[in-house]
């Protein structure tokens, strides 16, 4: 089956340290997203990919890398640099078009990171 | 005032209620809408594009009014395993998917 696979689900991490979330789709979608998401607040845009070698920030990006070198996987790094990084974090992916039909975007599981 | 918002709720109902959720938008030129349900600690999981003239699947209505700008998500005949948190979803002009608006969520209680 196509999906989305999110690697690890959980994950802690002492302040100071660099982790890295993996996401990996075999939807053949040219379009990939990282979101964030917090109790109380919609999904927020960290970084997103419409093509293999290029990435954008999105509204968040500040003390996130990411790197688009396969189609199919989109990695996200949290680095020491993010304030406040405990987090349930979203990978999305889509197939970039213009009409309004159903499947807009296609989420993974999600991974929550937590900061100790 | 928030591009996209929603009555968090809880909205606590019985099994068998009718029960509706509002959200409002902010730019009168947003091009699509959708409802994505989300389960506790889960992904969101697209429920149901919102069109112009209102569309239904099985138990669920969603309607638009763009002169008040919002939309609205109808759940008839409450079960057990509608208990989610809601998200409007919308699709602001001139913007690629990467410009898709979240709501924060309504969350729906369904009980005994």
Known sequence: DGGITQSPKYLFR?????VTLSCEQNLNHDAMYWYRQDPGQGLRLIYYSQIVNDFQKGDIAEGYSVSREKKESFP??????????TAFYLCASSIERTDSGANVLTFGAGSRLTVL | RKEVEQDPGPFNVPEGATVAFNCTYSNSASQSFFWYRQ???KEPKLLMSVYSSGNEDGRFTAQLNRASQYISLLIRDSKLSDSATYLCVVFPPRGGYNKLIFGAGTRLAVHP
């Open chain 1, 76 to 85: 996200l790094t949290v680095t020491s640099a993010q304030k406040n990084p």
């Open chain 2, 39 to 41: 389960d506790c600690r």
């Open chain 1, 14 to 18: 002492k302040e100071g340290q660099n």
